[in-house]
Structures are given as C-alpha cells and as structure tokens.
C-alpha cells in the first residue's frame, strides 16, 4: 500500500510569492488533514477535510491559506501572499472513514512533510 | 482545554541503556494519549497509543508507556536502546478529530 504523499519535498520562496503543496492521501482513506511545524515550535493543526468538504478549518492562521480537496482525492494548500513566518514543514495525513473519534479506531497515517522556507 | 508537557526537548543515552522520555497531560475529562516518531526526513509514525483500555501500553520497537492518571503522566520506556531509536518523539493527546503535540523530544543514541 502506498504511503501519503507530499509534493514538494521541499521549497524556498520569497516572501509575496505563491505556493502550492500537495498532498495524495493513501487510497480510499476519506479523512486529510493538514498539520504544520513552524521552527521551534510544536506541530499544530490546520485543518481537516471528508471526502471533499471542510470538517474544521480552526487551525487556518489566516484568509493567506487557502486548502482545497477537490473530488475528494488529494489536496492543495496554498499560501499566497507569503511571509516569513510561513517558514516550516507542513504535514499531511489521512485515515479511513469513521464515525465520532475518528483514528482511535484509525490510525492517522502521516506523509514525510514539505518543508517551506520563506526568504 | 487538552494539552502535553514534554518535560525534555533533548535526552541522550548509551545504546542497551534503558530510554525514559517523560510527558504530563492536561485534560478535563479521560484523554486519549498518544506517542508519535519521526525520524530524519520521513513522517510521523505512531509508535502507541492509549485509549482507556489498559494503562500499560506495548507499541512497536519495544516501546511502552504508562498511563498514570494520579500524576497526569504518560511516559515512554524502553528497557534497552538502539541506535535506531534516535529521532524526536512527540506525546500527543487527542481531542476528537484533531491531534494536539507536545514540544517534542529528541533523542540521541551514543555507541
């Protein structure tokens, strides 16, 4: 079984440009969320998708980010302008479809990251 | 409000010492705990997980924690390490469909 997969690996921008990450969850798994590390702190939640649909964006720092599942498959995050502060790894992760807690029962499969850096 | 303490951000052992990685939690009502690792450029793993069912949990690679409720604890133990245990590993506590970190704690393995 393919694992989750993210695109870039890694990424340097300026900051007042635009960029994309993907994201291909493992096959069939109907929950992706988007997590984030900015340097020197802990991982912190962005947002959570079903199939195609937002779940709970509350971790979304702001209308810069914009995250998207179109036909439920796999996933951008976009970050347009960027900033300085943007800099980090960013994770995606999927599990199968659940009811209530969804990954005590499924676990949350994690990809390697994308590590921006804004200059 | 939940939230994990890693009490460490950096410990270092001899290989075949025992590994103690220590993390509190904060949670007002029974909490599902979690240890995640992450070695050199790959992702997250899940290394155990606690849901109320046993308070001593086996993971993979020989690790475990205990859930102890009176000390609000769930440390990670392992009895002998290798090498390859070296990564950062981070107590995680869950809260419905999200995950929320600790700081993480990296740890180095001497020859």
């Known amino acids: 079984e393919a694992g989750v997969t993210q695109f870039p690996s890694h990424s340097v921008i300026e900051k007042g440009q635009t960029v994309t990450l993907r994201c291909d969850p493992i096959s069939g798994h109907d929950n992706l969320y988007w997590y984030r590390r900015v340097m020197g702190k802990e991982i912190k939640f962005l947002l959570h998708f079903v199939k195609e649909s937002k779940q709970d964006e509350s971790g979304m720092p702001n209308n810069r980010f914009l995250a998207e599942r179109t036909g439920g498959t796999y996933s951008t995050l976009k970050v347009q302008p960027a900033e300085l502060e943007d800099s980090g790894v960013y994770f995606c992760?999927?599990?199968?479809?659940?009811?209530?807690?969804?990954?005590?029962?499924?676990?949350?499969?994690f990809g390697n990251g994308t590590r921006l850096t804004v200059t | 409000a939940q939230s994990v303490t890693q009490l460490d951000s950096h410990v270092s052992v001899s290989e075949g010492t025992p590994v103690l990685l220590r993390c509190n939690y904060s949670?007002?009502?029974?909490?599902?705990l979690f240890w995640y690792v992450q070695h050199p450029n790959k992702g997250l793993q899940l290394l155990l997980k606690?849901?109320?069912?046993?308070?001593l949990v086996k993971g993979i690679n020989g690790f475990e924690a205990e859930f102890k409720k009176s000390e609000t604890s769930f440390h990670l133990t392992k009895p002998s390490a290798h090498m390859s245990d070296a990564a950062e590993y981070f107590c995680?506590?869950?809260?419905?469909?999200?995950?929320?970190f600790g700081t993480g704690t990296r740890l180095q393995v001497f020859p």
């Open positions: 992760a999927s599990s199968q479809s659940g009811q209530g807690i969804l990954f005590y029962n499924s676990p949350l499969h």
């Open positions: 949670s007002s009502y029974s909490p599902s």
């Open positions: 995680v506590v869950g809260n419905t469909d999200k995950l929320i």
């Open positions: 606690y849901t109320s069912a046993a308070t």
